[in-house]
Nanobody
Framework: QVQLVESGGGLVQPGSSLRLSCAAN????????IAWFRQAPGPEREGVSC????????YYADSVKGRFTISRDDAKKTVYLQMHSLNPEDTAVYYC????????????????????????WGQGAQVTVSA
């Protein structure tokens, strides 16, 4: 059974840091681009970051650029999202997802029309930023 399991979420104050982990069970991640998405209350899910399997190239949403860093350790079958300078607008449920159709994220990694390519999703980790 394939599982992606997120961990590391929590309640923090503005300006704090958190590191989310996405651990894979039942599947190796070496062939897949891996992305983090987040869902705040509301209809839209936002792509946060993506890391390629091919050359480890990384992509970030403008809202997190310079504050978040994505990385992967394929030997541990884990992808990380290091988050710094968190603010209340970062409050959301964070999901990791594996793109089964790409080794490289590509510039359109977070375009909704291509979301169907993400075949494995985690259950989500809540991140709440509040004073």
């Amino acid at each position: 059974q394939v599982q992606l399991v997120e961990s590391g979420g929590g309640l923090v104050q503005p300006g704090s840091s958190l590191r989310l982990s996405c651990a894979a069970n039942g599947v190796t991640l070496t062939d897949y681009a891996i992305a983090w998405f987040r869902q705040a209350p509301g209809p839209e899910r936002e792509g946060v970051s993506c890391i390629s399997a091919s050359d480890r190239s990384t992509y970030y949403a403008d809202s997190v650029k310079g504050r978040f860093t994505i990385s992967r350790d394929d030997a541990k079958k884990t992808v990380y999202l290091q988050m710094h300078s968190l603010n209340p607008e970062d409050t959301a449920v964070y999901y990791c997802a594996a793109n089964l159709m790409r080794r490289s994220c590509g510039s359109n990694w977070n375009v909704i029309a291509f979301n169907h390519e993400y075949g494995y999703w985690g259950q989500g980790a809540q991140v709440t930023v509040s004073a």
